[in-house]
């Protein structure tokens, strides 16, 4: 191991899986060096703090929280020392246009929840979540730190049973009509895939694993923001002797045969025996790499499917607002419509869901006193035309229906208002095509299906993120650091 210990690895990208790879990488031995082009460490989990208000960019569902434990445990540390975790009851509420649905914490009020929606669907709801549970428990343990570099890696007896166990090759539109017929309930199934992904009907039945997590395990929040997981990250890093290079964004690899000898950056060369990129994966391609380097033309990345992108509003409200719970998700109209216009014919939506999240509902240290700290997300197709009317066009017909929910005009209570879309994520993330979570996990994009983690020609340089193995999301992200920081180990280990 002693070799690895002069060896300087530059990862690009301060997100988490970024953050997550640094701290594997340092605890191995190497000196790691995190270039960032913002001036923020996070990524798309950034926060940013205006006039007492404290907002989370990007992730606030918190969800499969043994991954999050799990990662801390490798380095002998408590998640729980660096943040404090509650579980929310209701973990969420959905808002139809004739009755809001609740959902409790606890999984036996849920099955008698579904039992009052759907005659048999709360033994079906049982049945459903005990066949996620083994897909959840299979795939952490067999599937997701897979390097996904060959489909020899599957070739395994212990893998093809658990693939089969996984009906993976089965639709989760499918495999979820099995089990419910009323509509309220396969909405509440499917906005996992809808505002991560893809259509249900084109996703694999693998990813009602997040079913599990979302209806079984919980919902959780860590005081003070998502961000707090970031500092938690960051923390950790810092231990390990990372060290952090914000403001610094990476510009082009200075390629000697087959390798990356330097990186330039706006702030001058860096030398380099290894560069793992947790940048989105075409920037890196496209903007980093020279042309005759290149594994996946413009046409491969043109035709591959993305996740959504996003309108978020960022509000600061001086009041309290009633009937509104920590996650409120808005089907106050047609869902398949709006899944539509997201993926198969991509255009601004007619009829728009989106989410509303007021975290003050359960932390108060996020907005001075008796304010709310309100974010609004409405997931979008990526590439759109993004401008400053069609914002605002959208921020009224979402004030209109959130208004009308809680009964009263909050117009005049907005002190702080911040809008965030496509032509954002372009420009912060060098996000293709302005998407906010990556490349969606249909069949065709799964395991060695995705974009690879190693480069094919250049020796030492390697990718993470979630537009890499496993996917999109926090914890995914997570693994992914994990695992190929662990594959770039296990290189050097074997030319050594
Ligand atoms: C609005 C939104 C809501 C979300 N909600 C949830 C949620 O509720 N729950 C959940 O689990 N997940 C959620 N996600 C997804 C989750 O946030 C992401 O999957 C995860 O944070 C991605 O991490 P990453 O490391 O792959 O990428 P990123 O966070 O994008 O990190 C990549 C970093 O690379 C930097 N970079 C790019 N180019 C360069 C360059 N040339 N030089 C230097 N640095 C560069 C970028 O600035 C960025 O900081 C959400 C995402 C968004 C956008």
Same mark, same amino acid.
């Given at each position: 191991?002693?070799?690895?210990?002069?060896?300087?690895?530059?990862?690009?990208?301060?997100?988490?899986? /970024?953050?997550?790879?640094?701290?594997?990488?340092?605890?191995?031995?190497?000196?790691?060096?995190?270039?960032?082009?913002?001036?923020?460490?996070? /990524?798309?989990?950034?926060?940013?703090?205006?006039?007492?208000?404290?907002?989370?960019?990007?992730?606030?569902?918190?969800?499969?929280?043994?991954?999050?434990?799990?990662?801390?445990?490798?380095?002998?540390?408590?998640?729980?020392?660096?943040?404090?975790?509650?579980?929310?009851?209701?973990?969420?509420?959905?808002?139809?246009?004739?009755?809001?649905?609740?959902?409790?914490?606890?999984?036996?009020?849920?099955?008698?929840?579904?039992?009052?929606?759907?005659?048999?669907?709360?033994?079906?709801?049982?049945?459903?979540?005990?066949?996620?549970?083994?897909?959840?428990?299979?795939?952490?343990?067999?599937?997701?730190?897979?390097?996904?570099?060959?489909?020899?890696?599957?070739?395994?007896?212990?893998?093809?049973?658990?693939?089969?166990?996984?009906?993976?090759?089965?639709?989760?539109?499918?495999?979820?009509?099995?089990?419910?017929?009323?509509?309220?309930?396969?909405?509440?199934?499917?906005?996992?895939?809808?505002?991560?992904?893809?259509?249900?009907?084109?996703?694999?039945?693998?990813?009602?694993?997040?079913?599990?997590? /979302?209806?079984?395990?919980?919902?959780?929040?860590?005081?003070?923001?998502?961000?707090?997981?970031?500092?938690?990250?960051?923390?950790?890093?810092?231990?390990?002797?990372?060290?952090?290079?914000?403001?610094?964004?990476?510009?082009?690899?200075?390629?000697?045969?087959?390798?990356?000898?330097?990186?330039?950056?706006?702030?001058?060369?860096?030398?380099?025996?290894?560069? $793992?990129?947790?940048?989105?994966?075409?920037?890196?391609?496209?903007?980093?790499?020279?042309?005759?380097?290149?594994?996946?033309?413009?046409?491969?990345?043109?035709?591959?499917?993305?996740?959504?992108?996003?309108?978020?509003?960022? $509000?600061?409200?001086?009041?309290?607002?009633?009937?509104?719970?920590?996650?409120?998700?808005?089907?106050?109209?047609?869902?398949?419509?709006?899944?539509?216009?997201?993926?198969?014919?991509?255009?601004?939506?007619?009829?728009?869901?989106?989410?509303?999240?007021?975290?003050?509902?359960?932390?108060?240290?996020?907005?001075?006193?008796?304010?709310?700290?309100?974010?609004?997300?409405?997931?979008?197709?990526?590439? $759109?035309?993004?401008?400053?009317?069609?914002?605002?066009?959208?921020?009224?017909?979402?004030?209109?229906?959130?208004?009308?929910?809680? /009964?009263?005009?909050?117009?005049?209570?907005?002190?702080?208002?911040?809008?965030?879309?496509?032509?954002?994520?372009?420009?912060?993330?060098?996000?293709?095509?302005?998407?906010?979570?990556?490349?969606?996990?249909?069949?065709?994009?799964?395991?060695?299906?995705?974009?690879?983690?190693?480069?094919?020609?250049?020796?030492?340089?390697?990718?993470?993120?979630?537009?890499?193995?496993?996917?999109?999301?926090?914890?995914?992200?997570?693994?992914?650091?994990?695992?190929?920081?662990?594959?770039?180990?296990?290189?050097?280990?074997?030319?050594?």
């Amino acid at each position: 191991m002693y070799m690895l210990n002069n060896k300087k690895v530059c990862v690009i990208g301060s997100g988490v899986s /970024g953050l997550c790879s640094a701290i594997e990488l340092a605890d191995k031995g190497m000196e790691v060096h995190v270039f960032e082009k913002n001036k923020e460490i996070g /990524g798309r989990a950034r926060k940013f703090s205006v006039e007492g208000f404290t907002f989370d960019m990007g992730p606030s569902w918190y969800w499969m929280p043994d991954v999050f434990e799990n990662f801390f445990k490798r380095y002998d540390k408590n998640l729980h020392d660096y943040v404090n975790l509650v579980k929310l009851d209701p973990g969420f509420q959905i808002i139809y246009n004739n009755e809001t649905i609740q959902i409790p914490e606890k999984f036996e009020e849920l099955v008698l929840l579904f039992e009052k929606i759907e005659k048999g669907a709360g033994g079906q709801l049982i049945k459903f979540i005990e066949e996620a549970e083994i897909k959840y428990m299979t795939s952490m343990k067999d599937l997701v730190f897979n390097p996904s570099l060959s489909i020899k890696e599957f070739i395994r007896l212990d893998v093809i049973k658990a693939t089969f166990k996984l009906n993976l090759f089965s639709s989760f539109k499918t495999h979820v009509n099995k089990f419910f017929k009323h509509p309220k309930l396969l909405s509440i199934m499917e906005f996992p895939i809808l505002f991560l992904g893809a259509l249900p009907k084109n996703t694999p039945a693998l990813y009602s694993l997040m079913n599990y997590s /979302g209806l079984k395990q919980g919902t959780f929040y860590p005081i003070g923001g998502f961000s707090k997981i970031i500092e938690a990250f960051y923390d950790l890093a810092i231990e390990k002797g990372v060290t952090f290079h914000s403001d610094t964004a990476v510009t082009k690899f200075h390629l000697t045969g087959k390798q990356i000898d330097y990186i330039e950056t706006n702030k001058g060369r860096f030398f380099v025996d290894k560069v $793992l990129s947790s940048a989105d994966y075409n920037h890196t391609e496209q903007a980093l790499l020279p042309i005759i380097h290149r594994t996946y033309s413009e046409k491969y990345w043109d035709s591959r499917v993305f996740a959504p992108s996003s309108l978020i509003f960022y $509000l600061g409200i001086n009041k309290r607002i009633e009937n509104l719970e920590h996650h409120n998700l808005f089907f106050d109209e047609d869902i398949q419509k709006h899944a539509m216009e997201i993926y198969e014919d991509p255009k601004w939506p007619t009829k728009p869901l989106f989410y509303v999240c007021c975290p003050t509902k359960t932390d108060k240290t996020i907005a001075p006193d008796g304010m709310e700290n309100v974010f609004i997300l409405m997931p979008i197709a990526t590439d $759109l035309s993004d401008t400053e009317e069609l914002r605002e066009k959208y921020f009224k017909i979402i004030l209109q229906r959130l208004q009308k929910y809680i /009964g009263e005009d909050i117009s005049p209570n907005i002190i702080y208002k911040r809008s965030y879309c496509v032509a954002d994520f372009k420009s912060d993330y060098n996000a293709f095509k302005g998407n906010a979570y990556g490349l969606a996990n249909t069949l065709k994009q799964t395991a060695f299906l995705k974009p690879k983690i190693k480069h094919k020609k250049v020796e030492n340089l390697y990718y993470t993120g979630q537009l890499t193995v496993p996917g999109p999301g926090v914890p995914p992200s997570i693994i992914s650091g994990q695992l190929v920081a662990n594959q770039l180990i296990k290189d050097y280990e074997t030319v050594i």
